[in-house]
C-alpha cells in the first residue's frame, strides 16, 4: 500500500514568510509524528498527535511553529516568519497504534525547506 | 531523555565482511530499540526491532541486546556496497513506544567494494 507522502518535496522561502508543510499518513494509521532533521544529525523531534490532537508538542522550538491534525489523518506544519535556521528536512512519520507492537514509525520522504 | 552513544564513524568495512556497528544507552528503562537505516537524502527507514535479550536474526542482519551491559549491536553479515548508510540506534519510548523517538547522529558505514 500507499506510504506516507509528504507535500512539497522541496520548498525555497524567503526570511519572514510563512510556509505550510503537509503530510499524508499510512491510512488507518492513528499516530503522527514531525521531525526536523539538519545536516549532518539525526532527525529531531517536534510534535506528535494521536488522532487529532497534539499529544506532545515538547519538541516545537519556539511559538513560530504550530501544527494541526483537524480530521486525524492528514496533519500540516506551518511556520510563521520563517529564519535562516529553520532551514532543514522536515520529516513527518505515522504509527498504526501507540504502544504495543504496531507502534513502529514509518517515515516519509521528507520536505527540504531552504529560507534564504 | 533517553539516549545512545554510537561511533559516528564512518566506519569503513571491505564488501563481503561483517560490519559490527555498536551502541551503548545510559537508561535502564530502555527496554527495546529500533535501528533504522538511513541512506544519503533519503529518510530513515526501519530494518530491526528488538526487544529481548540475546539475538534476532533478519536475513543478513542480527539485532544484539544484552540489557545488563547496556549495549546493542548491529551485525550486517556478507555486506554490500548497496548497505553503506548512516545506522541509527533508536531507544523505543517510555510510554509503549508513544513518544517521539530521540535519533543521536548514527555510526556512517561505508563498505568498501
Known amino acids: 500500500g500507499a506510504g506516507v507522502s509528504q507535500t512539497p518535496s522541496n520548498k525555497v522561502t524567503e526570511k519572514g514568510k510563512y510556509v505550510e508543510l503537509r503530510c499524508d499518513p499510512i491510512?488507518?494509521?492513528?499516530?503522527l509524528y514531525w521531525y526536523r532533521q539538519s545536516l549532518g544529525q539525526g532527525p529531531e523531534f517536534l510534535i506528535y498527535?494521536?488522532?487529532?490532537?497534539?499529544?506532545?508538542d515538547s519538541g516545537l522550538p519556539n511559538d513560530r511553529f504550530f501544527a494541526v491534525r483537524p480530521e486525524g489523518s492528514v496533519s500540516t506544519l506551518k511556520i510563521q516568519r520563517t529564519e535562516r535556521g529553520d532551514s532543514a528536512v522536515y520529516l513527518c512519520?505515522?504509527?498504526?497504534?501507540?504502544?504495543?507492537?504496531?507502534?513502529?514509525?514509518?517515515f516519509g520522504p521528507g520536505t527540504r525547506l531552504t529560507v534564504l | 531523555q533517553k539516549e545512545v552513544e554510537q561511533n559516528s564513524g564512518p566506519l569503513s568495512v571491505p564488501e563481503g565482511a561483517i560490519a559490527s556497528l555498536n551502541c551503548t544507552y545510559s537508561?535502564?528503562?530502555?527496554?527495546?530499540f529500533f535501528w533504522y537505516r538511513q541512506y544519503s537524502g533519503k529518510s530513515p527507514e526501519l530494518i530491526m526491532f528488538?526487544?529481548?535479550?540475546g539475538d534476532k536474526e533478519d536475513g543478513r542482519f542480527t539485532a544484539q541486546l544484552n540489557k545488563a551491559s547496556q549495549y546493542v549491536s548491529l551485525l550486517i553479515r556478507d555486506s554490500q556496497p548497496s548497505d553503506s548508510a548512516t545506522y541509527l540506534c533508536?531507544?523505543?519510548?517510555?510510554?509503549?513506544?508513544?513518544?517521539?523517538?530521540?535519533f543521536g547522529k548514527g555510526t556512517h558505514l561505508i563498505i568498501q567494494p
Open positions: 512519520a505515522s504509527s498504526l497504534t501507540v504502544g504495543g507492537s504496531s507502534d513502529t514509525q514509518y
Open positions: 491510512s488507518g494509521h492513528t499516530a
Open positions: 498527535f494521536q488522532g487529532t490532537g497534539a499529544a506532545d
Open positions: 537508561d535502564r528503562g530502555s527496554q527495546s
Open positions: 528488538i526487544y529481548s535479550n
Open positions: 533508536v531507544p523505543r519510548g517510555s510510554g509503549g513506544g508513544a513518544d517521539g523517538l530521540t
